[in-house]
C-alpha cells in the first residue's frame, strides 16, 4: 500500500463533498448531476477511485494540476459559449425625448423679448441643434437661432412689436428644422455606440477563443 490508497480515499472524498454519497460502483451519483458547474472534476475522479492503483494518477500533485487546469479551461468554455450566444443588440437611441419632437404650444411677449413654449423640454442636445442649424430665415442680428436662450423648457428670443410675429413664424421654421438635425445626431451616437459594442464582442470572443485553445494545449500536456 502506497500514496495511491490515499489518492483512491481522496477520489471517494471529492464526489462525496458534491454529492453526499460515497461511490460504490460504476452507477455512483456523478458532481455533474449535483453541481454542473463542477461537472469537469467527475473524470479526475473516476480515475483516482479505479480498482488498480496503476490506474489511478500518479501523484497529488498530478491531481492538483489537472484540477486547476480542467476548472479553468472550463470557465473558458463557459465564457466562449456565452459570448458566442451573446447578440449584439440593436442599440435603441439614448433619446430623451422618446422619438417625440419639440413643437411650441404657447409664446409671450414683454419688453422686447418673445417667449416661447416648448413641449415636451428640449434635452441641451436639441438646444445645441437649433442654435446651429444650417439654412434658417432671420431678422440677421437680432433675431436669429444663435440668439435663443432656453431657461425652463422655454425659449427666449429678442424681438420688437413690429417683429414678434415674424420671429414666431421663423422659430417655428427653426424648430422643424432642429427637430430634423436633432433625429441625425440620435441616429449617428446609435450606429457609433453599435460599432463600438460589435468592436468589444469581437474582441471579447477572440480573447476567449485564444484561452480556450492554450487550456486545451495544457490539458493534453498534462494528461500526457
Request: glycine fraction near 6%.
Amino acid at each position: 500500500m502506497d500514496h495511491r490508497a490515499d489518492i483512491f480515499a481522496l477520489g471517494l472524498i471529492l464526489n462525496e463533498m458534491f454529492t453526499g454519497t460515497v461511490p460504490l460502483g460504476a452507477d455512483h451519483p456523478l458532481v455533474a448531476s449535483a453541481t454542473p458547474q463542477y461537472g469537469y472534476i467527475d473524470e479526475v475522479v473516476t480515475r483516482m477511485i479505479r480498482h488498480l492503483p496503476g490506474d489511478r494518477p500518479g501523484s497529488i500533485l498530478k491531481i492538483k494540476e489537472e484540477l486547476l487546469a480542467r476548472g479553468n479551461e472550463f470557465v473558458a468554455f463557459q465564457k466562449l459559449d456565452e459570448a458566442k450566444r451573446a447578440v449584439v443588440p440593436t442599440l435603441d437611441p439614448e433619446d430623451p425625448l422618446n422619438s417625440a419632437d419639440i413643437d411650441v404650444t404657447g409664446c409671450d411677449y414683454e419688453a422686447g423679448t418673445l417667449t416661447l413654449m416648448l413641449k415636451p423640454a428640449p434635452p441641451a442636445r436639441w438646444m445645441q441643434a437649433l442654435q446651429n442649424i444650417g439654412t434658417f430665415r432671420s431678422y440677421p442680428g437680432h433675431s436669429e437661432p444663435r440668439r435663443v436662450n432656453f431657461v425652463n423648457g422655454r425659449a427666449l428670443i429678442p424681438a420688437n412689436e413690429q417683429t414678434a410675429a415674424g420671429v414666431l413664424q421663423m422659430f417655428k421654421e427653426w424648430v422643424v428644422a432642429a427637430n430634423v438635425d436633432y433625429r441625425n445626431y440620435v441616429k449617428q451616437e446609435a450606429e457609433q455606440r453599435g460599432i463600438e459594442a460589435r468592436r468589444r464582442f469581437a474582441e471579447n470572443q477572440r480573447r476567449a477563443d485564444e484561452k480556450a485553445r492554450v487550456m486545451q494545449k495544457l490539458r493534453e500536456q498534462i494528461t500526457s
